[in-house]
């Protein structure tokens, strides 16, 4: 039983029919069961993104009484039911998406699961919190993440009781619905502007593959006695820190600075390895000098200056290598001696200070 949770309009329903059609093309069975849409809309939907089978059939059923009977009579090979907030139970008087009968319905869902051997998805709008029945209950729990003004979509694993968790695909929303990206680092630089100040490279990970991605800062004089920070992509938190690092270990006047900075293509950032890349791009903008733009960037950034080193460090090397930089800069640890990556000069950094004259072309 696998929960795929997301926002409204974010393009679940979208990427679960086409999941449905891809495996109804195998001539199996396919049920796909939606409290929310009508047969009709379905049908129009699916022709739109091209699925076509004989194999797969639509229910716009919201008893689960009902359901159940067809999915034990037909032995469907993927079951999707979309969404668990509208399915009820006749024996309970609550309404239908509130706690006792989301909590029943996963339940019985997970005795038919186990028992007819049957794959089923099932989709929840918003985020998945409140009593977190639903996570406790399944087996694998999927974000569908991103920004509905952004085509790029991320489909996080967070729980997974029978493979890795915090693994990532990278998907792009165009007309005929969901298509895999597979090399999302090349497209999140495809629009980058070179040499531009304010701009780095930072490599970070997501579950096992290494992204490459584009870090934005803004450092302007401020006309009011508080400056700003603004943080898109990253957390805020984290933002202030790496400020505070500067002004006290590099000696950046900002405090009369309002600073921005954007992740490009609507990407969340939130692992500590893009330090490096922020405070970088921070010091780029307010010295109006650009960073190297054959150079990337890789490490945290502690509260004395230091630079500390992070995971999975030579597969994060060998991406960098993999789409031509030629340079990236990391933080010096004795791991380095035991990692060869060729047609990369890997420049090393005790401290942030030493890394910003590295990175710098002035």
Request: proline letters at 5%; one cysteine or more.
């Amino acid at each position: 039983l696998v929960l795929i949770g997301g926002d409204p309009g974010i393009g679940k329903s979208t990427l679960m029919l086409q999941a449905c059609g891809h495996v109804a093309r195998g001539k199996y069975p396919v049920f796909y069961i939606s409290g929310e849409e009508s047969a009709q809309q379905i049908k129009s939907r699916a022709r739109r993104l091209g699925i076509d089978s004989e194999s797969l059939y639509i229910l716009a059923e919201t008893n689960l009484d009902a359901i159940i009977q067809h999915i034990q009579q037909g032995q469907p090979q993927l079951v999707v039911i979309d969404s668990i907030q509208t399915v009820y139970i006749d024996e309970l008087d609550s309404p239908a998406g509130s706690v006792s009968q989301v909590r029943e319905c996963a339940a019985r869902l997970m005795r038919l699961a186990k028992t007819e051997g049957i794959p089923i998805h099932v989709t929840k709008t918003g985020v998945i919190a409140g009593p977190r029945v639903l996570e406790h209950t399944v087996d694998a729990v999927l974000y569908l993440e991103g920004d509905r003004f952004h085509i790029h979509r991320l489909l996080r694993c967070v729980k997974n009781r029978f493979g890795p968790a915090s693994e990532v695909g990278v998907f792009e929303m165009q007309d005929t619905g969901m298509v895999e990206v597979t090399n999302p680092s090349q497209v999140f630089l495809a629009e980058r502007l070179v040499p531009a100040t304010g701009s780095a490279i930072a490599v970070t990970m997501e579950g096992t593959r290494p992204l490459l991605v584009e870090i934005q800062a803004l450092s302007s004089t401020t006309a009011f006695g508080n400056p700003r920070r603004t943080a898109n992509g990253i957390d805020l938190n984290r933002l202030w820190l790496l400020v505070a690092v500067l002004s006290k270990r590099v000696g950046l006047r900002l405090f009369d600075q309002d600073v921005f900075v954007n992740v490009v293509g609507g990407l969340k950032v939130s692992e500590p390895a893009a330090d490096l890349a922020i405070a970088c791009a921070i010091h780029s903008s307010f010295c109006d000098v650009p960073i190297a733009p054959d150079m990337a960037l890789i490490g945290e950034v502690g509260l004395s200056g230091e630079l500390r080193t992070v995971s999975q460090l030579e597969a994060r090397l060998r991406e960098t290598a993999r789409l031509g930089f030629k340079r990236c800069l990391v933080p010096q640890t004795p791991a380095l001696g035991r990692i060869k990556v060729p047609d990369l000069e890997i420049l090393v950094a005790r401290t942030v200070a030493q890394a910003l004259k590295l990175a710098s072309l002035g």
